[in-house]
């Protein structure tokens, strides 16, 4: 079985501010790790993911996480935010061998001016 | 480039009720997953579906049926309806294996709002 963790509910953040949302994981086999935003009545939007080699993954819109095996984490993170990035993130993490994702509760990211 | 269409993207209907959601996945895609998000909550794992299989199933009663078409799209249908169903209901398309990979990439729909009463 599998299941995430995602730390923070809400993080608010003024503008321009760097931001780090935070994800655990447990697994007892070989994952894929994604994070996703959905903003506000629409589906959700993949940011980044990883699946092998490189431990810092950079997505979409300027974000980036590092996947960290030992502390079975993914936190994503961003160093300038902007209003736009208001929004709801979702941490997920998906067997590799197939099968479904299962999602973290969520974190709103609520950037302020 | 066409991503995954749901229909509809509102509906209301009464405790008891049948209903059936439609999805359409991206092009290219031959995989067809659906979820349950609740106000609040993250995404819960319906069922996946390819060439028309289902696949896995998630904790959900038998009261969630589907059904997957040649053409890759898919349907969601929910039986008895109670007030608990009441939540969007997303589909997300994939390729079951990508490069010799197990598909790992969802496209997501908006979602179809299920409101039961």
């Known amino acids: 079985a599998q299941s995430v963790t995602q730390l923070d509910s809400q993080v608010p953040v003024f503008e321009e501010a760097p931001v780090e949302l935070r994800c655990n994981y447990s697994?007892?086999?070989?994952?894929?790790l994604f994070w996703y935003v959905q903003y506000p009545n629409q589906g959700l939007q993949l940011l980044l993911k990883?699946?092998?080699?490189?431990?810092l993954v950079k997505g979409i819109n300027g974000f980036e996480a590092e996947f960290n095996k030992s502390q079975t984490s993914f936190h994503l993170r961003k160093p300038s935010v902007h209003i736009s990035d208001t929004a709801e993130y979702f941490c997920?993490?998906?067997?590799?061998?197939?099968?479904?994702?299962?999602f973290g509760d969520g974190t709103t990211l609520t950037v302020k001016p | 480039d066409a991503g995954v269409t749901q229909s509809p993207t509102h509906l209301i209907k009464t405790r008891g009720q049948q209903v059936t959601l439609r999805c359409s996945p991206k092009s290219g895609h031959d995989t067809v997953s659906w979820y349950q998000q609740a106000l609040g909550q993250g995404p819960q794992f319906i069922f996946q579906y390819y060439e028309e299989e289902e696949r896995q199933r998630g904790n959900f009663p038998d009261r969630f049926s589907g059904h997957q078409f040649p053409n890759y799209s898919s349907e969601l249908n929910v039986n008895a309806l109670l007030l608990g169903d009441s939540a969007l209901y997303l589909c997300?398309?994939?390729?079951?294996?990508?490069?010799?990979?197990f598909g790992h990439g969802y496209t997501f729909g908006s979602g179809t709002r299920l409101t039961v009463v």
């Open positions: 990883y699946l092998s080699g490189s431990t």
């Open positions: 997920a993490v998906r067997n590799t061998n197939a099968g479904k994702s299962t």
């Open positions: 697994s007892s086999v070989s994952v894929y």
């Open positions: 997300a398309s994939s390729l079951f294996r990508d490069r010799g990979r």
